[in-house]
Each structure stands twice: as C-alpha cells, then as structure tokens.
C-alpha cells in the first residue's frame, strides 16, 4: 500500500505520508452565471468575487430563507426584525406612516447566492456594468467603475433547492449586511390577493427562458421582470417606471439553461451542470484554434501565412493576426494600402453617425473606418479576427467558421446564428441583437458572415 501511494502521482515524497488523505467527494454544482461581454476572462483578471463566471456549488451548510411572519410598523415585533442583524427581512415602505415588514426565517433544504454591486460580504458575485467593446478598445476595467452605475448594490438573489433536481430560481433584490431588503416610498410595491407583499426594484431584473433551452434549435422569446418575491411580470414602460407590468401567471422564475438575466447594466447567461457538460472545453477550443492554424490559412495579398494568436494573448494584435473584410468575408493579413473608397458625403455623414451610435468605438481602432477588399472590390470594415474564448456561450463543437459584424468575432455558425437573434436589453426600454463575447451591437442588415480563407498556394 505504501508503495502505491509513493508511485502515485497524487503523493510526493517530500510530503508527510500521515498528511495524505484520499481525495473527497466533488461538490455538486448547480450551475454558473457567466457576463457577457468579457471573453473569458475580466480585463485585469478575475479576482475573488469580481470575475467574468460565478460557479454556484452545493454549500457545506443550508443558508437559504423563506417568508415567515408579516407585521405592521406598529408593532414592537416590526421595529426588532428590523434591528435584529440575526434576521432575514424586507420592509415595504408604503407611506411614512405605513410600512409592512416580512420576517424570514432559516430554510434548511435550500441554498441562496446573492448577485450586486456591493462588494460587501452578502455579496457572493460582485457584478459591474459592462461597457460594450471594451476588450477590443482599450477600455480599463475601471471605465464602468467612474461612471454611475445602473446596477443595483444588492441586485437579485438565486435561491438552489438542495435536492435533486437542484432547481435554481431567481428573485428580485438581495439582503444587505443587516439581512434586510428595503423598498422605499418610490419603489413599486403592492399587496397580492392573498393579502402578501411583493415589489420591484428599481431598475428591475429582467429573464428571457430561450425557447427548447440552449440547443441548436432554440429560438428566443419574451423578456420578463422578475419580482421580490419571484412573481413573473411583463415588461414596465420603462425600466424604473412606477407602475408595473401584467403578472404572467403561465410562466415562471426557474431558471433553465440558456436563461439569460439583465441588471441593467450586464447580462448574464445562466447554465446548469448539466448544460455545461454538453458544453465544449477551453481545451477543445484550444485544439480548433491549432487546427485552423494548421490549415495554414494565407494572406491574398502579401501572401504571408495567417494564424490566430492563442487563448491567452487575446486581443493583442500579432504580425500574423487574420483580418477580414465584413462585406465580403475575405481574409487577410493587415495591409495599409487599400485606403477608402471615395463616396459621396451622404454616405459619409451616413456612417459616422451610425458609428457615433454604437457605444466602444474609438478612432484607435484600424477597422473602424471602410475599405475595400481587392478579391471582390466590395466596400465595408475591415478588421481583426477574433476567437470566442467563453466556451459557456457556445451551442456546440463546431469549428469556428464564422465572425460577428462589426466585432470580428470568432463562433461555430450555429453559435453566430443564436445570438445574432437574442434581443438584449439596452438602455431603458430598447433592445438589440449583440456579440455575447463583447456585447458590441450587431449590424441590422448582416450580423454575421462566413469566412472565406485562402489556403496555401503549395
């Protein structure tokens, strides 16, 4: 037995044989919440609760909550469940003279996981707003962090049945360090029929359930807000309007794979254990990426070997970076001759304002202003090419064929296809189809092409 335990690469020798311990069972895991727009990883790196992907796991012990007594502000009972830091509670200010208080109590057969702004303890996944091309812009991490924010500091709580089949359903706001959620005199709040409380959050928390999940054959459907109490409600006329929406009683706060969650301010994509194991690896991504380099893609001008840089030095340009022209699909290698086709100052005018609309671009960036393709002579961006290294937002294992206009990012065609159709919360009442890998707007009349690569003349 000892010389099994030496010979095995678990052990050292230089360790102590009596601090060996066979490895413990593995966690059971309910799922992640990944943000779109960060490609994997944050800007200056994922670091503690602030990161690009939160892996919610089974908890050593139960921390969930569940409603428990109601009572008035006149009571004795209401001032103690809101002093008492040993309490979970929310308080609905209906007036100055009038506040309802909600006791919860200890749920031992569930898990909850809080999601915000704050970086105060409660907060187990500290999210901030996402700035649409920031990776391929020079952004900082810190840009969103000087602006103000739309997120709110305790935006919403996922509570996990600790049971199979694990079901994850998600509420509207979280507790503080108080263990208290308020709603104030401004926020939208009511009794239900059954004479319980309920209410929205400011800016609100808004899921679509892609319809047949995240599969190759899903279709996008409604956006809904989701209430304190987990109620569904379609959408208000504005984000933070005052009345709400009509309660959708058919549908529900449980999240499935695929679910998609907005804070106004970021997305994030929720996918169960079991939707990420049909998911491909980072590896996997890897190895497409050696492939496609092995085919030894050629520039039709210079005629200088294309290859796309690895994983880890994304978006940092490399000599042999492929570009791509986004009217045509044709790949290069960067070239600075073929300037701007001349037009007429309609279309000039035309296009700066469209750029002007889409939040990101800068005029630091080479790709940004039209060319013309010497194969196909047609006009339209020409920029680097991009791998989607978020392996999360892939629908399958395809090898990566096509790119996202205008980003030039890299997916399987069914990936591009996916999420050239999901309508994503932007602003206050809009929405529009973006690349999930930096949440840059896609183009209305072509959100994403095929690329066309020319092989090596040997």
Not at 244 to 268: F, Q, Y
Not at 416 to 440: D, E, K, M, N
């Amino acid at each position: 037995m000892l010389e099994d335990l030496i010979a095995s690469p678990m052990f050292s020798v230089d360790q102590d044989i009596s601090s060996y311990t066979m490895p413990s069972k593995p966690p059971i895991k309910y799922g992640e919440l990944i943000i779109l727009g960060y490609n994997g990883s944050l800007p200056n790196g994922d670091r503690g609760r602030r990161k690009s992907r939160f892996s919610l796991f089974k908890r050593p012990r139960a921390n969930g909550v569940k409603p428990s007594t109601v009572h008035s502000v006149c009571s004795p009972q209401a001032a103690k469940a809101i002093s008492n830091k040993d309490q979970h509670s929310i308080s609905y200010t209906l007036s100055r003279a009038q506040t309802v208080v909600v006791e919860y109590t200890h749920d031992s057969t569930t898990d909850m996981f809080q999601i915000g702004r704050s970086t105060e303890s409660p907060i187990d996944f500290v999210v901030t707003d996402t700035v649409p091309g920031r990776l391929s812009h020079g952004y900082s991490d810190s840009t969103a962090l000087s602006s103000q924010s739309t997120i709110s500091r305790f935006a919403c709580r996922i509570i996990c049945q600790r049971h199979p089949p694990y079901t994850a359903r998600i509420y509207a706001a979280g507790f503080d360090s108080s263990k208290n959620i308020f709603l104030g005199e401004k926020a939208a709040k009511w009794k239900t029929p059954d004479g319980r409380m309920d209410g929205l959050t400011t800016n609100g928390v808004l899921v679509m359930h892609p319809r047949h999940g995240f599969t190759q054959d899903s279709r996008p459907s409604a956006w809904r807000e989701i209430s304190v109490c987990g109620n569904v409600f379609s959408l208000r006329e504005t984000r933070s309007a005052q009345q709400r929406g009509k309660m959708v009683e058919k549908e529900s706060h449980e999240l499935r794979d695929g679910s998609l969650i907005d804070l106004c301010g970021a997305t994030l994509l929720w996918r169960t254990a079991e939707g990420l194991a049909q998911t491909p690896s980072v590896q996997h991504l890897e190895e497409l990426r050696r492939e496609l380099n092995a085919a030894r893609p050629q520039c039709p001008v210079g005629l200088n070997t294309l290859a796309f840089p690895s994983l880890r030095c994304r978006q940092l340009l490399d000599a042999k970076q492929p570009w791509v022209y986004l009217r045509c699909g044709h790949v290069h290698g960067y070239h600075g001759w073929a300037g701007r086709s001349r037009r007429s100052q309609e279309e000039e005018d035309e296009e700066d304002e469209e750029e002007n609309q889409q939040p990101g671009q800068n005029e630091q960036d080479p790709g940004s202003r039209e060319r013309q393709c010497p194969l196909c002579r047609a006009r339209g961006p020409y920029v680097p090419l991009w791998l989607g290294c978020e392996s999360a937002f892939y629908l399958d294992a395809a090898p990566p064929t096509h790119a996202f206009v205008p980003c030039g990012h890299v997916c399987s065609e069914k990936t591009a296809a996916f999420w050239s159709q999901i309508p994503l919360p932007h602003g206050t009442h809009t929405f529009h189809a973006a690349c999930p890998f930096c949440v840059r707007p896609l183009r209305r009349e072509r959100r994403y092409i095929r690329l066309i690569f020319q092989g090596p003349l040997d």
